[in-house]
């Protein structure tokens, strides 16, 4: 049953009908439809705008049309238009006339996106779960490994000495900094349209209050032009989404490379890896490709969002049905990666013994050495530059900068003696660190302790 039918009088052409429909991908708000639709039928009753009775009706005949969908006993038409026509169209045949005065008062524009919006709550808070599932993990891998030496690197160059417990927290401010985007976004989010009507709202004497209430919303909408047409909070979670992304990727990258011989870092748990069809010696760290790649998939969903609300005038227009699909893909593309990310992540282990012999090579205690000669009194750039000439020295010698005799160190400069071997090694490199949110142990270990108490914060949020 067309709900807009009366004004036309021809039929519309097949291949329009089905290139108009969005059953297909719409269907999977029936909850928030139907949730939303007894709100709505019991303002109406209340209201006096429908008779009681009738709003009873409509509401329980709702909640067994959703009950039944559940379980499978109903299946949506795709034949339908949308989920809102589907579920309608459902209620009259089930209780007749009454089910027609549903739609008293509201339009599908503001039924839509109340849809949206209840929809994107729902899968910010499924994310925000996700989210701190993944900072449990981290932050009891940096526990474990808070005393383990790697290098740091900028350039992917070996640059000072950390601790991978520090590298680790690196990831966890990320996303904490992703866990508070989307707490802002639901804020955002947390505005009920109802009652906007098709974009100048509606002469019937309706309670959004009451509406709001029922459903669980903090506000109210305060322009229906804006309300029906505002798509801000999907492009908001998509883009909250696209920076998870994007720290999932960073950290993948990490993670592919850290596994290969060259570094021999981390092993990833065969449950997350895979082989080769014809090299049998290869383990392969398709998850950690696999998100990567997908990073780009939730780019597209953005950009595709952006792109679709860029021109569109005051109020709503028919491009705006292109929201559901970016929103859909890109919340289960982000969840899922979430998801098989931190399986991974705790699965791995991790080659200390390793890291610690990489952060011994590659120059990465020179800044301390220039630190010593400073502390010695040298203006910084005088003992820059005398530190390079050591380097090279070494580099020139095939050899480590801690394996230079003191007679090697003088011939650079006579401000060197011995103390400086114990200056410029890892140890102290990274123990001299202890300022706030620097690798040395006591810094790391306040780092930790925030990271509890904000995870603390978090749970209590979720509960």
């Not at 000072?160 to 989307?182: E, I």
């Not at 302790?449 to 509960?463: P, Y």
């Given at each position: ?112 996106a ?32 808070a ?6 690197f ?46 100048a ?46 720290h ?27 082989g080769?069809s ?5 383990k ?21 969002l ?82 390079g ?59 930790i ?15």
């Open positions: 049953m067309r709900l807009w039918g009366g004004r036309f009088s021809g039929e519309t052409d097949g291949q329009a009908d089905s290139f108009h429909s969005s059953v297909s991908f719409d269907q999977r708000l029936y909850k928030q439809d139907i949730r939303g639709s007894i709100a709505h039928a019991l303002m109406l009753g209340r209201q006096g705008i429908i008779a009681p009775a009738e709003a009873e009706a409509i509401a329980q005949a709702l909640k067994a049309i959703m009950a039944d969908i559940d379980s499978g006993a109903l299946a949506v038409d795709r034949t339908s238009e949308d989920i809102h026509s589907f579920v309608e169209s459902e209620l009259i045949s089930r209780i007749g006339d009454a089910g027609g005065r549903l739609h008293t008062g509201r339009s599908r524009n503001d039924q839509v109340l849809d949206m919006r209840m929809y994107v709550k729902e899968e910010i808070d499924a994310t925000r779960t996700l989210l701190v599932n993944l900072m449990e993990v981290l932050l009891a891998a940096a526990k474990k490994h005393g383990d030496i790697m290098p740091g900028t350039h992917m160059q070996k640059a000072q000495p950390v601790t991978l417990g520090h590298h680790l927290l690196a990831y966890f401010q990320m996303f904490q900094r992703d866990y508070k985007r989307l707490c802002g976004c639901y804020e955002r989010t947390d505005e009920m349209p109802l009652g906007s009507g098709a974009l709202s509606t002469t019937y004497p309706i309670d959004r209050e009451f509406v709001r209430e029922k459903l669980g919303f903090k506000n109210i909408t305060l322009n229906s032009l804006d309300a029906v047409s505002d798509r801000d909070f999907c492009i908001e979670f998509i883009s909250c989404l696209s920076i998870i992304m994007m999932l990727s960073r950290f993948c990258e990490e993670i592919i490379l850290w596994s290969t011989d060259s570094f021999g870092f981390a092993e990833i748990s065969d449950a997350f890896a895979t080769s014809i090299m049998p010696q290869k392969n760290p398709d998850m950690a490709e696999l998100i990567r790649g997908k990073t780009g998939r939730v780019y597209g969903s953005l950009m595709g952006l792109t679709m609300m860029k021109g569109l005038p005051l109020a709503y227009n028919k491009d705006m049905q292109e929201d559901k699909e970016a929103v859909f893909d890109a919340a289960d593309t982000a969840k899922s990666c979430l998801a098989v990310f931190c399986g991974m992540l705790e699965s791995m282990s991790f080659n200390t013994e390793n890291m610690y012999q990489s952060a011994l090579e590659g120059y990465a205690n020179a800044t301390d050495a220039a630190d010593w000669l400073v502390k010695k009194g040298l203006a910084f750039r005088e003992a820059h530059e005398i530190t000439r050591l380097v090279l020295y070494a580099l020139e010698k095939k050899t480590a900068l801690n394996e230079l005799t003191l007679g090697e160190f003088k011939k650079i400069s006579d401000v060197f003696d011995r103390a400086i071997y114990e200056a410029i090694s890892v140890e102290a490199c990274v123990g001299a660190r202890n300022v706030p949110g620097g690798p040395a142990r006591g810094a790391l270990l306040k780092a302790e925030s990271a509890e108490m904000f995870l603390i914060n978090a749970a209590k949020k979720q509960d």
